[in-house]
């Protein structure tokens, strides 16, 4: 059986949420499709002592000011989780859990959105479907020959699990910094290595400033004016507490990117290699965009091309929370909000024609 309605919105994360929070606003019948059994998004995956960049007056969705965690400066992903959930029910947003989305295909003046439950029919969609689900591994050589652990960020969890062990965490951003400090506070025996000699933002820098930065970008971007560089040119790593206490004791000296794994180990450009049990890859993801293979619009770097969050190609498709070429610091509860506003506007001007 199908089923219709004005608007699909796929995911039911924090993008998903601000877009049914304004959609709601603006009184379009909207159905929002999660694959997750539980509410929270990627954040009730995420590994147990991960922290906000930003404190929680500055880390909230529309509408809703997230509440302080008693006893912490930066909330933790338990205290976010306990908010989307909040948020969901205190705008009573139509969320459908355990929905798995197929695809998105051209059917006449709708577009047709096929999931495990039946299909539906919206005359818009918006792709809410996030990163998590698309961990990315680079093509190391020896990458197979390796016979310990492997592991990226979203299977990491608690540093107990690593006791005794010799592990080497892979990247030089915000994940790999905290995921390597967890590991440091624990005594576990580290090895982190980065591309490039780790650039910490200022210490009183947070996400308030990055999120300031990226619409400074934006705007420049838009109106011709010459690149500021945004995130990028403050740094790559915001100094949250434990990341700055494993830093100042001295127990995050990276190490150069090492050449190639061996079937014990790693081994540098210059020879030196060591043995280790486990390689954690903090390298970052990509979009999840395969339910809109079928539609045609993916171009250079995996993407599809965007004006705002609007798809260039497909006037009816929206994509919201991917990064920055979805909306300045769409990917952060701060941020989503603007471009999830300016989707619904373009969604409820699409539906009066």
């Known amino acids: 059986m199908t089923q219709r309605t004005d608007v699909v919105v796929i995911g039911g994360g924090q993008s998903g949420l601000a877009a049914g929070y304004h959609l709601r606003r ?4 909207h159905v929002i499709l999660d694959a997750q059994a539980a509410s929270g998004g990627a954040w009730q995956h995420t590994w147990d002592s991960l922290r906000l960049f930003s404190p929680a007056e500055y880390s909230s969705l529309p509408g809703r000011l997230m509440p302080v965690q008693p006893g912490r400066t930066y909330p933790d992903a338990r205290h976010v ?23 998105v295909r051209r059917d006449g003046a709708f577009l047709r959105v096929a999931t495990d439950g039946g299909d539906w029919q919206a005359r818009a969609v918006v792709g809410a479907t ?13 990458r197979r020959e390796y016979t310990g652990r492997r592991l990226h960020t979203v299977q990491y969890q608690d540093p107990a699990e690593f006791a005794g062990q010799r592990v080497v965490v892979v990247g030089g951003g915000n994940s790999g910094a905290q995921i390597a400090a967890d590991l440091a506070h624990a005594g576990t025996d580290l090895t982190w290595v980065a591309q490039r000699p780790p650039r910490y933002l200022a210490d009183d820098i947070d996400g308030r400033a990055l999120f300031d930065a990226a619409t400074a970008r934006r705007r420049a971007l838009d109106e011709g004016r010459t690149d500021t ?9 915001v100094a949250v507490p434990s990341v700055r206490a494993a830093r100042d004791a001295g127990l995050l000296a990276a190490e150069p990117m090492f050449a190639r794994l061996t079937t014990t180990g790693v081994r540098w450009a210059d020879g030196s290699a060591a043995e280790v049990d486990a390689v954690i890859w ?6 999840a965009l395969a339910p ?37 610091a769409s990917a952060t509860l701060i941020g989503v909000g603007r471009p999830a506003r300016e989707a619904a506007r373009e969604i409820a001007e699409l539906l009066r024609t």
């Not at 603006?26 to 019948?29: F, K, Q």
């Not at 591994?137 to 020896?142: K, N």
């Not at 995996?302 to 497909?314: K, L, N, P, S």
């Open 26 to 29: 603006l009184g379009i019948e």
């Open 81 to 103: 989780e306990d908010y989307l959930a909040d948020y969901e029910k205190r705008y009573d947003l139509p969320v459908r859990r355990g929905v798995r989305v197929s695809a």
């Open 130 to 142: 996030g990163t998590w689900t698309r961990p990315f591994v680079p093509a190391v050589p020896g």
């Open 229 to 237: 560089g945004g995130v990028a040119s403050l740094g790559d790593i």
């Open 282 to 287: 903090c390298t970052g993801f990509r979009p």
């Open 292 to 328: 809109f293979a079928g539609l045609r619009l993916r171009g250079s770097r995996g993407r599809i091309a965007t004006a705002g969050t609007r798809a260039v190609d497909e006037p009816r498709l929206h994509l919201l929370g991917y990064g920055d070429w979805t909306g300045p």
